[in-house]
Nanobody, 120 residues
Framework: QVQLVESGGGLVQAGGSLRLSCTAS????????MGWYRQAPGNQRELVAR???????NYADAVKGRFTISRDNAKNTVYLQMNSLKPDDTAVYYC??????????????WGQGTQVTVSS
């Protein structure tokens, strides 16, 4: 019922910036918290940032001060502005959205993932 589409990944030099977007589309749903997670080869998927309905946020220590998560509720979209990128930020980034649908239990939906590669 809900589809998440991510965009904005790519190749960037160290110190550069990227902006990821994730949009939820469909009907008959509303969105609670939204977040970004990442997974590098050989690593577990880890939280990057999450933003809640009251606009409070959580960030992984590794990205604090460099990444900013935001949301546009009218567009059902969550963004991740990534500045001062480092090679260690290289990973597949996944959007995660908590979905509320009338008549059904609340569930989480994942985006398809977008590759972020930061060169030295």
């Amino acid at each position: 019922q809900v589809q998440l589409v991510e965009s904005g990944g790519g190749l960037v030099q160290a110190g550069g910036s990227l902006r990821l977007s994730c949009t939820a589309s469909g009907s008959g749903f509303s969105v609670n918290s939204m977040g970004w997670y990442r997974q590098a080869p050989g690593n577990q998927r880890e939280l990057v940032a999450r933003i809640f309905r009251d606009d409070s946020t959580n960030y992984a220590d590794a990205v604090k001060g460099r990444f900013t998560i935001s949301r546009d509720n009218a567009k059902n979209t969550v963004y991740l502005q990534m500045n001062s990128l480092k090679p260690d930020d290289t990973a597949v980034y996944y959007c995660n959205v908590r979905i509320v649908t009338i008549g059904l239990p609340t569930y989480s939906s994942w985006g398809q993932g977008t590759q972020v590669t930061v060169s030295s």
